[in-house]
T-cell receptor, first 109, second 115 residues
Framework: TQLLEQSPQFLSIQEGENLTVYCNSSSVFSSLQWYRQEPGEGPVLLVT?????EVKKLKRLTFQFGDARKDSSLHITAAQPGDTGLYLC?????????FGTGTKLQVIP | DAGITQSPRHKVTETGTPVTLRCHQT?????MYWYRQDPGHGLRLIHYSYGVKDTDKGEVSDGYSVSRSKTEDFLLTLESATSSQTSVYFC??????????????FGNGTRLTVT
């Protein structure tokens, strides 16, 4: 069974601070995606990374795929209250997608 | 937003009763999935479908069955609900199985409580 561990599980920060969320596995994935989920809703795709070492930016969010395609990170610069939510990474293996355990982020105004 | 409707949105049922959750899509996507979400476990795949009447098991399929008689509808049935099946259930769809080509689009979930 492929496992994706996310850290930290919970994060509460002040508006304007920077943060990094990690997604780690011992398995290799062909691609990795990050989703954000708000209360009462389903997860929504933020980004997909495919190539080892790939970096993608989405406004204040920077996503990186590890060189060995086993891990990924999400960095948020100058966090805003609108960034509050549950962040999930998801790795695609052979005919299977594995979701991480999630990181619950709260940004306090 | 992808056209995915889950029903009901909330349900409370008693142990031992059968329960059916419905997922309806208007996107004509081939692949449909049922996940459950529990604290500390993220999203876990229950069953998925790769076409009408074509389904397969996920990692937590025990106690669940599915049916897909039409492209747009995917039903999840708990034959005899147990308290361990209390969870939030999400339906998702994708156009293709290659995840990086075709990400998952999720419904808004069904909160099921088994008492």
């Amino acid at each position: 069974t492929q496992l994706l561990e996310q850290s930290p599980q919970f994060l509460s920060i002040q508006e304007g601070e920077n943060l990094t969320v990690y997604c780690n596995s011992s398995s290799v994935f062909s691609s990795l995606q990050w989703y954000r989920q708000e209360p009462g809703e389903g997860p929504v795709l933020l980004v997909t990374v495919v190539t080892g070492g790939e970096v993608k930016k989405l406004k204040r969010l920077t996503f990186q795929f590890g060189d060995a395609r086993k891990d990924s990170s999400l960095h948020i610069t100058a966090a805003q209250p609108g960034d509050t939510g549950l962040y999930l990474c998801a790795g695609e293996g052979y005919q299977k997608v594995t979701f991480g355990t999630g990181t619950k982020l709260q940004v306090i105004p | 937003d992808a056209g995915i409707t889950q029903s009901p949105r909330h349900k409370v049922t008693e142990t031992g009763t059968p329960v059916t959750l419905r997922c309806h899509q208007t996107e004509n996507h081939r692949y449909m999935y049922w996940y459950r979400q529990d604290p500390g476990h993220g999203l876990r795949l229950i069953h998925y479908s790769y076409g009408v009447k074509d389904t397969d098991k996920g990692e937590v399929s025990d106690g669940y069955s599915v049916s897909r008689s039409k492209t747009e509808d995917f039903l999840l049935t708990l034959e005899s609900a147990t308290s361990s099946q209390t969870s939030v259930y999400f339906c998702a769809i994708s156009e293709m199985s290659g995840h990086y080509n075709s990400p998952l689009h999720f419904g808004n979930g069904t909160r099921l409580t088994v008492t």
